[in-house]
């Protein structure tokens, strides 16, 4: 059997070495201190912006929250069509999150089937991203029906307050007569 040797090295360091070596951990201690500290202010900051958006956003909620308005707001009457802007609701999905439905009632006085949509909607002076808004609804001709403007919440695009005002186009057309093509465009103060 053979014996294994032991190893004991001794490094012999002098005053000056040994004095860098103290200057190197002192500064490798006092650069980590210093990314440390930065590291946790910029996390302070964030999520101090974090929970004020978050508290915007839970005012917000809680603002449109069971929100109902009652407008009655006559958008058109002509020959062809009269259209009521009747009331504006928050609505809660389990499924598909928070919006808003504006309700209009839409009575096609024509011979032919009209299509309701909705073009240019602002919200409080601010215009809505189009993939936030919804709304195509055909009305037979000679009926009443309700035409629905849903508002959806979307990725960075929040629900508005709608506290102040709302307007929009409402373009009205048909498919049956391409040459007819009404725009109304108007304005509620809320």
């Not at 020959?79 to 919006?99: A, E, F, N, P, R």
Request: proline letters at 1%; zero cysteines.
């Amino acid at each position: 059997m053979k014996r294994k040797k032991k190893l004991n090295l001794k490094v012999k360091l002098g005053r000056e070495q040994e004095r860098l070596i103290l200057i190197g951990v002192l500064l490798l201690v006092l650069v980590a201190t210093t990314v440390y500290r930065d590291f946790n202010k910029n996390n302070t900051q964030n999520n101090t912006a974090d929970a004020v958006e978050l508290a915007t956003t839970e005012d917000n909620r809680a603002k449109l929250e069971n929100m109902m308005k009652k407008v009655n707001f006559l958008v058109a009457d002509n020959k062809q069509v009269k259209i009521t802007l009747v009331d504006i609701k928050s609505v809660h999905h389990q499924v598909y999150g928070d919006s808003i439905d504006v309700r209009f009632v839409v009575t096609n006085k024509d011979k032919k089937t009209l299509t309701v949509r909705a073009e240019e909607v602002r919200a409080d002076g601010k215009k809505l991203d189009k993939s936030t808004v919804i709304m195509s609804t055909d009305i037979p001709a000679g009926e009443t029906g309700e035409a629905i403007l849903t508002i959806m919440e979307y990725e960075d695009h929040r629900l508005p307050a709608m506290e102040r005002s709302f307007e929009m186009v409402l373009n009205i057309f048909s498919w049956e007569d391409l040459d007819f093509e009404q725009n109304h465009k108007f304005l509620v103060n809320l």
